[in-house]
């Protein structure tokens, strides 16, 4: 097809990656922090108004970040001793709070949002981005930290044994998913230089879980994954005209049936580093052994 | 201001949204999933009532054939499609239960009148109103709340007092632990679910003959609320649902009365996490031991 | 799941998933230009505003086989490709870069939302694009030159309306407005209502804010009971709309309604049943139109039920418009020279004018069309005109 379709798909496809390991961060610690799309709106009404008032795109893309991980980390106070659900309750409210506090305000333009914002997001920005977050994710995962997350969400009387302190954990983590998500808002005001409180809304919130429960939540790359099976799927399926949506409900409903871990987990990504070949059978004998041990 | 008749609008709305939150609920508590299609199966079983409405002008029939078609859809649902993920993470139900929501509204758009809204027959839905003091109430509203009451103690009765629903509450405090003493639960799972979906379908069915319309986008705000509500009043207690249902109903009345409709959704959000932070099981919750 | 049958199955979806990738686009083949001008039609089938989406596209249609059965455009067929963006206004962008390499000109995004992408790619991107159904003209007045619409400006719908309205029913000196804040169209009508409410000297008294899970219109409309305005002005979207009128009848409520254009539709009408007897609405277009009866039948009988509204009329109007211009133009069609007959394309429609269904109409400076405004209002049951 066409180049300038490629990099419009390529870049949604980023900044889907970006919001998505922005939700996969806290959930590899154990919290369910559902209120990336919140810090999302942060991040892009927050950018947006510093580039109408002439702020370099660096600069603001920095300045939104903060606030967002800000944000992130002053929302995580109130979910220190909540369980899973009801942080993921509390996280939901603040994200439609957030929403409804912009379609009211009217310096942040009410529901109609802000427009011409300039144009500033383009592929290699992107992922850039994506390979800087890649390499902090990855020595994340390697380090004493990432450790001592795994261990916050496997079990966290245990880890608190152990000597780790879980609130500064926890605020950690919170606030590196504010400062992801509203990466992710930046860029995806300053491309499509419009942005409005819908678009921030209930269902946003259920493809960012789509993306990261589909492609599998235990490893980062399952985010990269299943945002890009998610994204390419529509796109490549618009001849169904009205059974788009239809079609791309079965799909999910029927790849979940048959890998409810997700499309890539570690060990599967271990495993296909040993050879494709041991991958689908080793799918089965790996969802056995979750299950037993949940 | 028309202090009292918005409160018994409340109550009304109130019981309305009370039903279909404890659908809601009691999936929660059995199966341990949120059942993101609720809302779609609401208006499912609203459009199921539709169909034989019209073809029969009757609203007793509409309401038991839309209940015994969502009872055998949500009994179908459950044997196939969540079922076999039961036993993994409790999100993977979830996301089946969205694709199913875009399934329902999709095709329902597709094939009913184009997706535009439909109105259930005249006939049934002449009101007449009745000037009680300083309110006025319809005959409608009236058997709705008699209905509805009766539903609830029915349902109450089923979970407290009978053996069924001493296994249903045993699976809902652990499965497994119920299934080793002898209760099926791959059985009492798809009664719940069934009973989920009779509930969402007289849910459905009121909705749309006490209001004037119905279409295939009204399931996604009216899951959202049902959300709210068992949050606020504590997930897996049907009563607690019921209460919050009228208080949301309630609130949302009153903040239309003092002309605050503004900032109503954000007096929502903000109750529940306030209440959230001062009583993280919700105001009827008992406390749960950490499952998951 | 058996292991075997799971592998196999998955297998099996990946080669299909594969094998799509190399599906052919339904786009023409370049030979064929010749004998076919293919304008891409961007709407929204699926999704929330899949109801406005696939009306307006019968319409189109309509207007389309007409054509062709005079012959076509210079000899060659005229092809409405549909592209679903699905309400998403990223989506609409997206799909704007998709087709704009092969179109000579675009028909969409025919959506106030979608277009607020969708137009200033198309802008960008140096297209002509012509959008049915896009309210917020402000869009088009900033990206200029490239794009229009053919709806009229809504602020000056709205001001137009609550002259015409006050004109008709002069003992009218308090007003409430019904809107929906959490929607940019209804919002903007509502604000311009509410302004020519005001410039004439109408007070108002509360602009209720409804929200769109509110399935119950009853505390609404106490609270209007209460407020006890003259008039009630709605900008809420049509079914609602429909509803909060029917409401007030249910309550014994006689007041009078004003509707935004948004709002009047057929939905409203029907929704609001025996109530809606007496309630004006403001609309460029009158679709129940004795002279215009004929395409209304068309439309019902295409889309299988449903009436048409107003932006169906619309969207078969400009394409009988492009199908003028591009004849005008003397468009050849010839992939090689898209460049200079898209320069053409966009000077005849700046220019031209015509003479259709909405009378004569051309589009302005700021790129609208310019058209009249009819209040209408419903008697017996049927849509007039008030004159």
Same mark, same amino acid.
Request: proline share 4%; hydrophobic share 50%.
């Given at each position: 097809m066409e180049l300038q379709y490629f990099e419009s798909v390529a870049i949604f496809t980023g900044i889907y990656i970006i919001l998505g390991w922005a939700m996969y961060f806290p959930l590899s610690a154990g919290q369910f922090n559902m209120g990336v799309i919140g810090f999302a709106a942060i991040g892009a009404y927050c950018s947006a108004l510093c580039s109408k008032a002439g702020v370099p795109f660096g600069l603001s893309l920095l300045a939104s970040a903060i606030l967002g991980g800000i944000a992130g980390f002053l929302i995580g106070y109130p979910t220190l001793r909540l369980r899973t659900f009801a942080i993921a309750i509390v996280t939901i409210a603040f994200s439609e709070i957030v929403r409804i506090c912009a379609v009211n305000l009217n310096f942040v333009g009410g529901s109609r949002g802000i427009i011409h914002i300039p144009f500033f997001t383009n592929v290699l920005n992107v992922y850039a981005v994506i390979l800087i977050l890649a390499f902090f994710l990855t020595r994340w995962n390697n380090s004493k930290w990432g450790r001592a997350a795994q261990a916050m969400k496997e079990d966290e009387d245990v880890a608190e044994s152990m000597g780790i302190n879980l609130a500064r954990m926890k605020l950690f983590v919170n606030g590196v998913c504010g400062f992801m998500a509203a990466l992710a808002g930046v860029f995806f005001a300053h491309y499509t230089t419009f942005i409005q409180p819908a678009h921030f809304g209930f269902d946003l919130l259920m493809r960012v879980c789509c993306f990261v429960f589909f492609g599998g939540w235990t490893y980062f790359w399952g985010v990269f994954l299943g945002v890009a099976v998610l994204i390419i799927i529509p796109e490549i399926v618009r001849f169904l005209d009205d059974w788009r949506l239809v079609f791309y409900g079965g799909v999910l409903i029927a790849i979940l049936l048959l890998r409810p871990q997700g499309l890539m987990t570690k060990q599967t990504s271990e495993v296909l580093r040993r050879g494709l070949k041991g991958w689908l059978k080793w799918g089965r004998e790996e969802h056995l052994r979750m299950r037993n041990r949940e | 201001m028309q202090f009292v008749q918005q409160i018994v609008n409340g109550i009304m709305l109130g019981i309305v949204y009370g039903l279909f939150a404890v659908g809601l609920t009691l999936v929660y508590a059995v199966l341990k999933f949120v059942n993101l299609a609720h809302g779609e199966m609401v208006m499912v079983g609203a459009y199921i009532g539709y169909f034989v409405a019209v073809a029969t002008n009757n609203v007793l029939l509409a309401f038991l054939a839309s209940i015994a078609g969502m009872v055998f859809l949500g009994v179908i649902i459950e044997r196939c499609l969540l079922r076999p993920v039961r036993l993994a993470h409790h999100f993977t139900p979830l996301l089946i239960t969205f694709g199913l929501a875009l399934i329902f509204t999709e095709l329902v758009k597709m094939y009913v009148f184009g997706g535009f809204p439909v109105i259930y027959p005249e006939d049934i839905r002449k009101p007449i109103t009745l000037s009680i003091g300083p309110i006025s109430i319809t005959t409608l509203q009236i058997t709705t709340l008699i209905v509805g009451i009766f539903l609830m103690m029915g349902l109450g009765f089923l979970i407290y007092k009978t053996k069924l629903g001493k296994a249903m509450r045993s699976v809902a405090e652990n499965m497994e632990t119920a299934a080793l003493l002898g209760v099926n639960a791959n059985r009492i799972a798809r009664l719940t679910f069934g009973l989920a979906s009779a509930l969402c379908a007289a849910a459905g069915v009121f909705i749309g003959v006490l209001y004037p319309y119905i279409h295939p986008h009204m399931g996604a705000p009216l899951a959202f609320k049902a959300f709210a509500i068992i949050l606020f009043a504590g997930a897996g207690n049907v009563f607690g649902a019921i209460c919050g249902g009228i208080f949301l109903g309630l609130v949302e009345s009153i903040a239309v009365g003092f002309g605050l409709t503004l900032w109503r959704d954000v007096f929502t959000f903000v109750i529940i996490i306030v209440i959230l932070l001062l009583k993280p099981t919700g105001i009827f919750g008992t406390p749960y031991p950490e499952t998951r | 799941m058996k292991p075997v049958r799971q592998k196999s199955i998955f297998v099996v979806i990946a080669m299909a998933f594969f094998v799509t990738l190399w599906i052919p686009e339904g786009f023409a083949k370049d030979d064929e230009w010749q004998k076919e001008i293919h304008i891409p039609f961007i709407t929204c089938r699926t999704g929330v505003l899949a109801t406005w989406g696939k009306i307006m596209y019968y319409g189109a249609q309509i207007a389309a086989e007409e054509i062709n059965a005079r012959g076509g455009v210079r000899g060659m067929k005229l092809l409405l490709d549909v592209y679903d963006d699905g309400s998403d206004a990223a989506q609409s962008a997206m799909l704007v870069r998709k087709v704009e390499p092969k179109a000579l000109v675009l028909f969409g995004p025919n959506n106030s939302n979608t277009a607020e992408t969708g137009l200033p790619v198309a802008n960008s991107l140096r297209v002509p694009a012509v959008s *049915?159904?896009?309210?917020?003209t402000s869009i088009v007045a900033e990206s200029r030159p490239w794009t229009f619409t053919n709806l009229m400006p809504v602020d000056l719908l709205s001001i137009k309306a609550a002259e015409l309205f006050l004109k008709k029913e002069v003992e009218v000196k308090t007003a409430v407005l019904l809107v929906d804040k959490a929607d940019p169209s209804s919002t903007l009508q509502g604000a311009s209502i509410v302004k020519g409410l005001k410039e004439k000297g109408i007070a108002i008294k509360e602009e209720i804010a409804i929200s769109q899970g509110d399935i119950d219109p009853a505390p609404v409309i106490t609270r209007v009971k209460d407020l006890n305005p003259d008039a009630v002005a709605i900008s809420v979207g049509a079914e609602m709309g429909g509803a909060f009128i029917k409401e007030m009848e249910r309550q014994g409520l006689k007041k009078k309604i004003l509707c935004a254009q948004g709002s009047w539709t057929p939905d409203l009408i029907r929704v609001a049943g025996?109530?809606?007897? *007496?309630i004006y609405g403001i609309n460029q277009m009158w679709p129940a139109d004795p002279k215009l009866k004929s395409l209304y039948d068309k439309c019902k009988e295409k889309s299988g039920g449903p009436p048409p509204n107003f932006c169906s009329f619309t969207c078969y109007e400009l394409t009988w418009f492009l199908a003028q211009a591009i004849e005008k133009a003397g468009i050849t069609n010839n992939p090689g020279k898209r460049r200079e007959e898209r320069e053409k394309l966009l000077k005849v429609i700046q220019t031209m004018e015509r003479d259709g269904i909405l009378g004569k109409w051309r589009f302005r400076e700021d790129g609208v069309g310019s058209s009249q405004a009819h209040l209408l209002t419903i008697k017996g049951g049927n849509e007039i005109e008030v004159k």
């Amino acid at each position: 097809m066409e180049l300038q379709y490629f990099e419009s798909v390529a870049i949604f496809t980023g900044i889907y990656i970006i919001l998505g390991w922005a939700m996969y961060f806290p959930l590899s610690a154990g919290q369910f922090n559902m209120g990336v799309i919140g810090f999302a709106a942060i991040g892009a009404y927050c950018s947006a108004l510093c580039s109408k008032a002439g702020v370099p795109f660096g600069l603001s893309l920095l300045a939104s970040a903060i606030l967002g991980g800000i944000a992130g980390f002053l929302i995580g106070y109130p979910t220190l001793r909540l369980r899973t659900f009801a942080i993921a309750i509390v996280t939901i409210a603040f994200s439609e709070i957030v929403r409804i506090c912009a379609v009211n305000l009217n310096f942040v333009g009410g529901s109609r949002g802000i427009i011409h914002i300039p144009f500033f997001t383009n592929v290699l920005n992107v992922y850039a981005v994506i390979l800087i977050l890649a390499f902090f994710l990855t020595r994340w995962n390697n380090s004493k930290w990432g450790r001592a997350a795994q261990a916050m969400k496997e079990d966290e009387d245990v880890a608190e044994s152990m000597g780790i302190n879980l609130a500064r954990m926890k605020l950690f983590v919170n606030g590196v998913c504010g400062f992801m998500a509203a990466l992710a808002g930046v860029f995806f005001a300053h491309y499509t230089t419009f942005i409005q409180p819908a678009h921030f809304g209930f269902d946003l919130l259920m493809r960012v879980c789509c993306f990261v429960f589909f492609g599998g939540w235990t490893y980062f790359w399952g985010v990269f994954l299943g945002v890009a099976v998610l994204i390419i799927i529509p796109e490549i399926v618009r001849f169904l005209d009205d059974w788009r949506l239809v079609f791309y409900g079965g799909v999910l409903i029927a790849i979940l049936l048959l890998r409810p871990q997700g499309l890539m987990t570690k060990q599967t990504s271990e495993v296909l580093r040993r050879g494709l070949k041991g991958w689908l059978k080793w799918g089965r004998e790996e969802h056995l052994r979750m299950r037993n041990r949940e | 201001m028309q202090f009292v008749q918005q409160i018994v609008n409340g109550i009304m709305l109130g019981i309305v949204y009370g039903l279909f939150a404890v659908g809601l609920t009691l999936v929660y508590a059995v199966l341990k999933f949120v059942n993101l299609a609720h809302g779609e199966m609401v208006m499912v079983g609203a459009y199921i009532g539709y169909f034989v409405a019209v073809a029969t002008n009757n609203v007793l029939l509409a309401f038991l054939a839309s209940i015994a078609g969502m009872v055998f859809l949500g009994v179908i649902i459950e044997r196939c499609l969540l079922r076999p993920v039961r036993l993994a993470h409790h999100f993977t139900p979830l996301l089946i239960t969205f694709g199913l929501a875009l399934i329902f509204t999709e095709l329902v758009k597709m094939y009913v009148f184009g997706g535009f809204p439909v109105i259930y027959p005249e006939d049934i839905r002449k009101p007449i109103t009745l000037s009680i003091g300083p309110i006025s109430i319809t005959t409608l509203q009236i058997t709705t709340l008699i209905v509805g009451i009766f539903l609830m103690m029915g349902l109450g009765f089923l979970i407290y007092k009978t053996k069924l629903g001493k296994a249903m509450r045993s699976v809902a405090e652990n499965m497994e632990t119920a299934a080793l003493l002898g209760v099926n639960a791959n059985r009492i799972a798809r009664l719940t679910f069934g009973l989920a979906s009779a509930l969402c379908a007289a849910a459905g069915v009121f909705i749309g003959v006490l209001y004037p319309y119905i279409h295939p986008h009204m399931g996604a705000p009216l899951a959202f609320k049902a959300f709210a509500i068992i949050l606020f009043a504590g997930a897996g207690n049907v009563f607690g649902a019921i209460c919050g249902g009228i208080f949301l109903g309630l609130v949302e009345s009153i903040a239309v009365g003092f002309g605050l409709t503004l900032w109503r959704d954000v007096f929502t959000f903000v109750i529940i996490i306030v209440i959230l932070l001062l009583k993280p099981t919700g105001i009827f919750g008992t406390p749960y031991p950490e499952t998951r | 799941m058996k292991p075997v049958r799971q592998k196999s199955i998955f297998v099996v979806i990946a080669m299909a998933f594969f094998v799509t990738l190399w599906i052919p686009e339904g786009f023409a083949k370049d030979d064929e230009w010749q004998k076919e001008i293919h304008i891409p039609f961007i709407t929204c089938r699926t999704g929330v505003l899949a109801t406005w989406g696939k009306i307006m596209y019968y319409g189109a249609q309509i207007a389309a086989e007409e054509i062709n059965a005079r012959g076509g455009v210079r000899g060659m067929k005229l092809l409405l490709d549909v592209y679903d963006d699905g309400s998403d206004a990223a989506q609409s962008a997206m799909l704007v870069r998709k087709v704009e390499p092969k179109a000579l000109v675009l028909f969409g995004p025919n959506n106030s939302n979608t277009a607020e992408t969708g137009l200033p790619v198309a802008n960008s991107l140096r297209v002509p694009a012509v959008s *049915g159904c896009c309210a917020k003209t402000s869009i088009v007045a900033e990206s200029r030159p490239w794009t229009f619409t053919n709806l009229m400006p809504v602020d000056l719908l709205s001001i137009k309306a609550a002259e015409l309205f006050l004109k008709k029913e002069v003992e009218v000196k308090t007003a409430v407005l019904l809107v929906d804040k959490a929607d940019p169209s209804s919002t903007l009508q509502g604000a311009s209502i509410v302004k020519g409410l005001k410039e004439k000297g109408i007070a108002i008294k509360e602009e209720i804010a409804i929200s769109q899970g509110d399935i119950d219109p009853a505390p609404v409309i106490t609270r209007v009971k209460d407020l006890n305005p003259d008039a009630v002005a709605i900008s809420v979207g049509a079914e609602m709309g429909g509803a909060f009128i029917k409401e007030m009848e249910r309550q014994g409520l006689k007041k009078k309604i004003l509707c935004a254009q948004g709002s009047w539709t057929p939905d409203l009408i029907r929704v609001a049943g025996s109530a809606a007897e *007496g309630i004006y609405g403001i609309n460029q277009m009158w679709p129940a139109d004795p002279k215009l009866k004929s395409l209304y039948d068309k439309c019902k009988e295409k889309s299988g039920g449903p009436p048409p509204n107003f932006c169906s009329f619309t969207c078969y109007e400009l394409t009988w418009f492009l199908a003028q211009a591009i004849e005008k133009a003397g468009i050849t069609n010839n992939p090689g020279k898209r460049r200079e007959e898209r320069e053409k394309l966009l000077k005849v429609i700046q220019t031209m004018e015509r003479d259709g269904i909405l009378g004569k109409w051309r589009f302005r400076e700021d790129g609208v069309g310019s058209s009249q405004a009819h209040l209408l209002t419903i008697k017996g049951g049927n849509e007039i005109e008030v004159k």
